[in-house]
């Protein structure tokens, strides 16, 4: 399927804008620490910032939260109407993300067409889910979509680009962005391609092989969320040339040396630990996934307690020290065989991987 990643009409801040606080972490991190997303208020105080355009899922069961979800869709339109934004038109934004460790991970951001997305099971569309997705974490997501006037997802694509010919073709023009990110979480630069260069970069994408044009690397919920809303619309009758048959991506090589997969583990809560099983190994990492999952809600029913995600190993130990926890340390994914798996058997479990550490995540 042609033109599926295209060039988008993307907003930034005006220059000015001190980007480091307003540049913030995916909404999904950080689900059981409040104490991060406090800190980081702290520091942004009343200056315009990402944080303020978002609901964090820490913050999803708080007494509060119609009241949070109200100041997320008052504050984008305040932004909107504040002159805090520029349009960068019909462009790609070159992403070079240097990690705490070192590396620089490259991603192209533009919109993805939904019309090429399917993430129900047993899906053959060229764009993948590769995890399950959890259809009660959608209805929150989708609202806020159907509410707010501004898109800010951290969806972010892999193409198995063996030869690296997208990148290759890229060749960036003037730059939009380059400054250090908040919690010594790196750098971050990003340079506009537009016209001939993005035509030749969207010719490479387009040239891609195989029956799997893109498969999903985070933001799995985001972008199912974005699906489900367009389909919604389009049922009441929206034209296609609606702005909703698109969400914003970063679409990132898989191949990438500085792209690395971590583990996703269990942190059992209010349970009691005696006896928990806290790290296993098995050949197949999904299927380890799918075992882990089994055993966390088979104990959660005899013993009580709920699940968490954590990315994290020290983090999820750490959380296991406490009274009534218990970690499930889980094995990373070889991101190799992300591909062939999905082709083979469909989605992995749900949060079987994470693409970074908490603090790659904006």
Not at 58 to 79: F, I, S, T
């Amino acid at each position: 399927m042609k033109n599926l990643f295209t060039p988008a009409d993307i907003l930034l801040p005006r220059p000015g804008t001190d980007m480091t606080k307003w540049a913030a972490v995916a909404c999904d991190q950080f689900s059981a620490q409040p104490e991060y997303w406090e800190a980081m208020s702290d520091y942004v105080g009343q200056a315009p910032s990402a944080l303020r355009l978002m609901l964090p899922e820490a913050r999803l069961h708080a007494p509060d939260v119609e009241a949070r979800k109200q100041a997320v869709c008052k504050n984008m339109e305040d932004y909107l109407v504040g002159d805090v934004f520029q349009k960068i038109p019909d462009s790609y934004v070159l992403v070079e993300r240097t990690l705490p460790n070192g590396r620089v991970r490259r991603g192209l951001v533009g919109k993805l067409d939904l019309e090429g997305y399917d993430w129900t099971p047993g899906s053959a569309s060229p764009v993948r889910s590769t995890e399950a997705t959890v259809p009660e974490r959608l209805p929150t997501r989708v609202e806020l979509r159907r509410r707010t006037a501004l898109e800010m997802p951290h969806i972010v694509l892999f193409m198995d680009d063996r030869a690296d010919a997208v990148f290759r073709a890229a060749e960036p023009g003037e730059a939009l962005y380059d400054f250090g990110l908040y919690g010594e979480a790196g750098h971050i630069r990003g340079r506009r391609l537009t016209g001939q260069a993005a035509q030749r970069v969207a010719e490479a994408i387009d040239s891609l092989p195989g029956p799997i044009q893109f498969a999903m690397g985070d933001g799995n919920h985001s972008l199912a969320a974005a699906k489900n809303y367009w389909e919604e619309l389009k049922a009441a009758g929206a034209p296609m040339d609606h702005p909703a048959r698109y969400a914003l991506a970063e679409l990132e090589n898989l191949q990438d040396e500085a792209v690395e997969f971590y583990p996703i583990h269990r942190v059992l809560f209010g349970t009691d630990e005696g006896g928990f099983v806290k790290a296993l190994t098995g050949p197949d990492t999904g299927l380890l996934v799918a075992e882990a999952d089994e055993l966390c809600a088979a104990y959660i029913q005899t013993h009580g307690g709920r699940v968490d995600y954590i990315h994290g190993e020290t983090e999820a130990r750490t959380m296991a020290q406490e009274p009534g926890c218990a970690a499930y340390i889980l094995p990373a994914l070889d991101k190799n065989e992300l591909f062939s798996h999905i082709a083979q058997y469909g989605n992995y479990p749900k949060k079987s991987f994470s693409v970074g550490h908490s603090l790659d995540k904006r």
